[in-house]
């Protein structure tokens, strides 16, 4: 990238001002503009070649569940306070300042410094390298911003990344690829395209930087070195019209976390349904009887007393011959498609269609689509074709509206209205390497190089509108394969075609938690492996372990020997898999709450421990654990013969388990789980965890409510709320709530049921406490059955 013609930096001097904004321009026609849009966030616009007309945001969404077409205009700040700040301009700098955020700008070059206020001091976050941080010209067609790179510093996010959570010292792909059996430790690109880069010092104060682009893009984070720049790190666009770089000030790891969310939307909440064991495989519609597997499948489930409240629907049942077809049914696989759909609902079990954003060139409604101008097209108005599965196809294009109202409709027409109530949209990576691919953008036709990670967010957003038009008294579900930052408006993701290894357990979770960093907490993972070959019993059981703890809980193959990989597929473990598949039915109230508090107040649903407890170095180790939720750690095996874990217990105080109720104290701690023991989950003291109880199993929801306490170290209150749509909707406020409150030896618990409609809860609590209990208000009794506190109506024993 070295040119030997390298012109002057360009020097630019303050040519603007107003509410939330700063204009600078250049003696070359560059211009920079600074967005003051919160004390702690603010964005630096930098265009290179003087750009006038940029792409609208899709990224962008303060607080909001959607974004308008055709697009958030990129100089909107609706949504934020803009908050008063100061601006300094002394000769060759201008100095901008919040009450968390100073940007200090050096005018010759552009060269700016960012920092934090820190108690009472300004702590330096990052500043760009002092030679050439940005391409004015220099080099190629593409955007670059060089940052210095501090000595000991740490990088999360980006996404969903292969490999180690901590980033350092790698270099990133931002590209959507379809990389079926992937190396979970190793592969990079993958499905997902989300440039945001949570950052922490040698001292672990942490800061937020979101790169806004829908372009291909790479993050260098210390792999690249050359002797005439120092160390840095940086970040390249394919789009070279601007760096629209978004900086969120710490210095809590946590507080980045939320913010960042908020900025790119507010999470969807789904269905209660979609956090039950969803059933999966493309073997069972691959098949010439389908119909007749997939209701085995429901007879197994039935024998083997198994819930299961979804089924992910491969897409063999769009095929014709051996292709797929999206829209199609297979009719001699499933000759009724209502009858179908119905016959599961009545067993419990909401079926999931797979939806493919391509049609084959042999659909029978590809002229109709390239009539109609909804495919991606190049400039001549001609489809661009792309290989797709076992042919080539063209792909739908969601940037016009047009293909949007097609792709509705044919979605209504050929699922919805059969009473299908949600969608599985898969292979929605948009793999066009052609570069006459050209996007409409909503009547403003581009490069498609531009934009490709747009595509699947429309998708997701056509798929869900689809589900809210036809069925607006339900919560739509969408499930999607890929996406950019703001897919945690719309959809629910996975990480894709994994391969079946112990270590992708230990990576795959570690994918997971970079999502979630990266503001996309509704994840999961194919348990058992997609592809390669079938899990052994003992690993099988692991991943089952380790699955039921995370949000979206999918045992899915196409493993290369052709068997399915099922709960029963092992009968030397099936008492382990039944008893896992009947906690995780024990688990969905509290999953379910931890959804609630993602959607209202943009909590991660999984986060590494370092999250909640920052100031604590052993907490960053890197290890095979994570918090669920603010309260419960989560460790997993993912070796073979291992049947205890050592972790390490943060925080002060007590930790139980959730499920045998042993308590362990902070510190170094070694907990025994064999195959037939539940997974390792420990609650810290000071929180209350709702589970469900009673009778769980095939067609069954447990009905009873079980409150685990695990009182505070000391004195203290702990307030908590728990949601239950049979009771009362969300957006009417929880099910019940209360306080428990510790003082002295004594132990005080108030519970407020909605009017009185919700049933008493059991509780288990640490023995030897004197305890008080009031339902509403009036004192009850309390009887210690099973181990289990169960309150009774009545006075007070």
Same mark, same amino acid.
């Given at each position: !990238?070295?040119?030997?013609?390298?012109?002057?930096?360009?020097?630019?001097?303050?040519?603007?001002?107003?509410?939330?904004?700063?204009?600078?321009?250049?003696?070359?026609?560059?211009?920079?503009?600074?967005?003051?849009?919160?004390?702690?966030?603010?964005?630096?616009?930098?265009?290179?070649?003087?750009?006038?007309?940029?792409?609208?945001?899709?990224?962008?969404?303060?607080?909001?569940?959607?974004?308008?077409?055709?697009?958030?205009?990129?100089?909107?700040?609706?949504?934020?306070?803009?908050?008063?700040?100061?601006?300094?301009?002394?000769?060759?700098?201008?100095?901008?300042?919040?009450?968390?955020?100073?940007?200090?700008?050096?005018?010759?070059?552009?060269?700016?410094?960012?920092?934090?206020?820190?108690?009472?001091?300004?702590?330096?976050?990052?500043?760009?390298?002092?030679?050439?941080?940005?391409?004015?010209?220099?080099?190629?067609?593409?955007?670059?911003?060089?940052?210095?790179?501090?000595?000991?510093?740490?990088?999360?996010?980006?996404?969903?990344?292969?490999?180690?959570?901590?980033?350092?010292?790698?270099?990133?792909?931002?590209?959507? %690829?379809?990389?079926?059996?992937?190396?979970?430790?190793?592969?990079?690109?993958?499905?997902?395209?989300?440039?945001?880069?949570?950052?922490?010092?040698?001292?672990?104060?942490?800061?937020?930087?979101?790169?806004?682009? !829908?372009?291909?893009?790479?993050?260098?984070?210390?792999?690249?070195?050359?002797?005439?720049?120092? =160390?840095?790190?940086? @970040?390249?666009?394919?789009?070279?019209?601007?760096?629209?770089?978004?900086?969120?000030?710490?210095?809590?790891?946590?507080?980045?976390?939320?913010?960042?969310?908020?900025?790119?939307?507010?999470?969807?909440?789904?269905?209660?349904?979609?956090?039950?064991?969803?059933?999966?495989?493309?073997?069972?519609?691959?098949?010439?009887?389908?119909?007749?597997?997939?209701? *085995?499948?429901?007879?197994?489930?039935?024998?083997?007393?198994?819930?299961?409240?979804?089924?992910?629907?491969?897409?063999?049942?769009?095929?014709?011959?051996?292709?797929?077809?999206?829209?199609?049914? =297979?009719?001699?696989? @499933?000759?009724?498609?209502?009858?179908?759909?119905?016959?599961?609902?009545?067993?419990?079990?909401?079926?999931?269609? =797979?939806?493919?954003?391509?049609?084959?060139?042999?659909?029978?409604?590809?002229?109709?689509?390239?009539?109609?101008?909804?495919?991606?097209?190049?400039?001549?108005?001609?489809?661009?074709?792309?290989? @797709?599965?076992?042919?080539?196809?063209?792909?739908?294009?969601?940037?016009?509206?047009?293909?949007?109202?097609?792709?509705?409709?044919?979605?209504?027409?050929?699922?919805?209205?059969?009473?299908?109530?949600?969608?599985?949209?898969?292979?929605?990576?948009?793999?066009?390497?052609?570069?006459?691919?050209? @996007?409409?953008?909503?009547?403003?036709?581009?490069?498609?190089?531009?934009?490709?990670?747009?595509?699947?967010?429309?998708?997701?957003?056509?798929?869900?509108?689809?589900? %809210?038009?036809?069925?607006?008294?339900?919560?739509?579900?969408?499930?999607?394969?890929?996406?950019?930052?703001?897919?945690?408006?719309?959809?629910?993701?996975?990480?894709?075609?994994?391969?079946?290894?112990?270590?992708?357990?230990?990576?795959?979770?570690?994918?997971?938690?970079?999502?979630?960093?990266?503001?996309?907490?509704?994840?999961?993972?194919?348990?058992?492996?997609?592809?390669?070959?079938?899990?052994?019993?003992?690993?099988?059981?692991?991943?089952?372990?380790?699955?039921?703890?995370?949000?979206?809980?999918?045992?899915?193959?196409?493993?290369?020997?052709?068997?399915?990989?099922?709960?029963?597929?092992?009968?030397?473990?099936?008492?382990?898999?039944?008893?896992?598949?009947?906690?995780?039915?024990?688990?969905?109230?509290?999953?379910?709450?931890?959804?609630?508090?993602?959607?209202?107040?943009?909590?991660?649903?999984?986060?590494?421990?370092?999250? !909640?407890?920052?100031?604590?170095?052993?907490?960053?180790?890197?290890?095979?654990?994570?918090?669920?939720?603010?309260?419960?750690?989560?460790?997993?095996?993912?070796?073979?013969?291992?049947?205890?874990?050592?972790?390490?217990?943060?925080?002060?105080?007590?930790?139980?388990?959730?499920?045998?109720?042993?308590?362990?104290?902070?510190?170094?701690?070694?907990?025994?789980?064999?195959?037939?023991?539940?997974?390792?989950?420990?609650?810290?003291?000071?929180?209350?965890?709702?589970?469900?109880?009673?009778?769980?199993?095939?067609?069954? *929801?447990?009905?009873?409510?079980?409150?685990?306490?695990?009182?505070?170290?000391?004195?203290?209150?702990?307030?908590?709320?728990?949601?239950?749509?049979?009771?009362?909707?969300?957006?009417?406020?929880?099910?019940?709530?209360?306080?428990?409150?510790?003082?002295?030896?004594?132990?005080?618990?108030?519970?407020?049921?909605?009017?009185?409609?919700?049933?008493?809860?059991?509780?288990?609590?640490?023995?030897?406490?004197?305890?008080?209990?009031?339902? =509403?208000?009036?004192?009850?009794?309390?009887?210690?059955?099973?181990?289990?506190?169960?309150?009774?109506?009545?006075?007070?024993?």
């Amino acid at each position: !990238m070295r040119n030997a013609t390298l012109s002057a930096p360009p020097v630019f001097s303050l040519s603007g001002q107003g509410t939330g904004w700063v204009a600078l321009t250049s003696d070359t026609g560059a211009r920079a503009e600074v967005f003051v849009l919160e004390d702690d966030i603010v964005r630096l616009l930098v265009m290179p070649g003087g750009a006038t007309a940029l792409p609208p945001s899709w990224a962008i969404a303060p607080g909001a569940e959607d974004v308008a077409e055709p697009g958030r205009d990129r100089h909107a700040t609706d949504g934020f306070s803009l908050p008063a700040f100061t601006l300094d301009c002394t000769e060759g700098t201008i100095v901008i300042r919040t009450a968390r955020l100073r940007l200090t700008v050096t005018l010759r070059g552009l060269r700016c410094c960012w920092a934090q206020k820190i108690g009472e001091d300004w702590v330096e976050m990052f500043s760009d390298r002092a030679t050439q941080a940005y391409n004015f010209g220099w080099w190629d067609a593409r955007a670059y911003h060089y940052v210095a790179r501090a000595d000991g510093e740490s990088y999360y996010g980006l996404g969903e990344r292969a490999g180690a959570l901590d980033l350092a010292g790698r270099r990133h792909r931002l590209r959507m %690829m379809d990389p079926m059996g992937y190396d979970a430790e190793h592969t990079d690109a993958l499905y997902k395209s989300i440039p945001f880069i949570l950052a922490a010092d040698q001292a672990r104060h942490c800061f937020g930087m979101f790169y806004d682009t !829908m372009a291909d893009a790479s993050v260098d984070l210390g792999c690249e070195i050359d002797n005439y720049h120092g =160390n840095y790190r940086y @970040f390249v666009s394919e789009d070279a019209r601007d760096i629209d770089l978004y900086v969120i000030a710490g210095p809590d790891p946590l507080a980045v976390v939320k913010r960042f969310t908020w900025l790119t939307g507010r999470p969807a909440l789904m269905p209660a349904w979609s956090l039950g064991y969803s059933g999966s495989t493309m073997t069972y519609t691959d098949a010439p009887d389908a119909y007749d597997q997939m209701m *085995t499948f429901v007879d197994k489930l039935r024998r083997y007393d198994i819930g299961c409240s979804s089924f992910h629907l491969s897409s063999g049942y769009t095929s014709i011959g051996d292709k797929r077809y999206v829209f199609n049914w =297979n009719r001699d696989k @499933f000759p009724d498609p209502a009858a179908f759909i119905t016959a599961y609902r009545d067993a419990g079990i909401e079926l999931v269609p =797979n939806i493919k954003p391509a049609l084959l060139r042999s659909h029978p409604r590809y002229d109709e689509v390239a009539a109609g101008g909804y495919f991606v097209n190049d400039a001549q108005g001609d489809p661009v074709e792309a290989q @797709f599965w076992d042919e080539v196809g063209s792909f739908i294009d969601f940037t016009n509206p047009q293909a949007a109202v097609w792709w509705r409709e044919g979605l209504t027409a050929n699922l919805l209205d059969y009473g299908i109530l949600s969608t599985w949209n898969d292979n929605n990576e948009y793999g066009l390497w052609d570069p006459r691919a050209r @996007f409409d953008y909503f009547g403003q036709p581009g490069p498609a190089a531009y934009g490709l990670s747009l595509q699947p967010l429309l998708m997701m957003r056509a798929s869900r509108a689809a589900q %809210m038009a036809r069925w607006p008294d339900k919560r739509p579900y969408v499930v999607t394969r890929s996406g950019m930052a703001g897919m945690q408006r719309y959809a629910q993701t996975w990480s894709g075609d994994n391969y079946t290894a112990w270590k992708t357990i230990r990576y795959n979770a570690r994918m997971g938690l970079s999502l979630a960093l990266s503001g996309v907490s509704n994840t999961g993972h194919d348990i058992g492996g997609f592809y390669g070959p079938s899990p052994g019993p003992e690993l099988l059981v692991r991943w089952v372990q380790a699955g039921i703890t995370l949000p979206r809980f999918s045992i899915h193959s196409w493993n290369a020997a052709g068997a399915v990989s099922e709960p029963w597929m092992h009968p030397e473990v099936l008492p382990e898999i039944t008893g896992l598949m009947a906690l995780r039915q024990r688990l969905e109230p509290f999953l379910f709450d931890l959804a609630v508090a993602s959607h209202r107040h943009y909590e991660p649903m999984l986060r590494p421990v370092w999250t !909640m407890f920052p100031h604590q170095p052993e907490a960053w180790q890197e290890q095979d654990t994570y918090m669920l939720g603010p309260d419960v750690l989560v460790a997993i095996i993912a070796e073979p013969g291992r049947e205890e874990v050592e972790v390490n217990l943060p925080g002060e105080g007590a930790w139980t388990h959730l499920f045998t109720g042993q308590t362990y104290a902070a510190g170094r701690a070694r907990v025994k789980c064999t195959l037939a023991d539940p997974p390792v989950m420990l609650v810290r003291s000071g929180a209350v965890v709702v589970l469900a109880a009673g009778k769980t199993g095939f067609g069954v *929801t447990p009905e009873i409510t079980r409150l685990v306490i695990c009182p505070p170290a000391g004195n203290g209150v702990i307030p908590w709320v728990h949601y239950d749509e049979r009771v009362r909707a969300v957006e009417g406020g929880p099910a019940c709530s209360g306080t428990v409150t510790a003082d002295g030896s004594a132990l005080r618990i108030e519970i407020e049921l909605v009017d009185g409609g919700a049933e008493l809860p059991q509780m288990v609590i640490p023995p030897g406490e004197t305890r008080s209990v009031t339902v =509403n208000g009036v004192p009850v009794a309390t009887v210690l059955a099973d181990g289990w506190l169960t309150l009774r109506p009545g006075p007070a024993a």
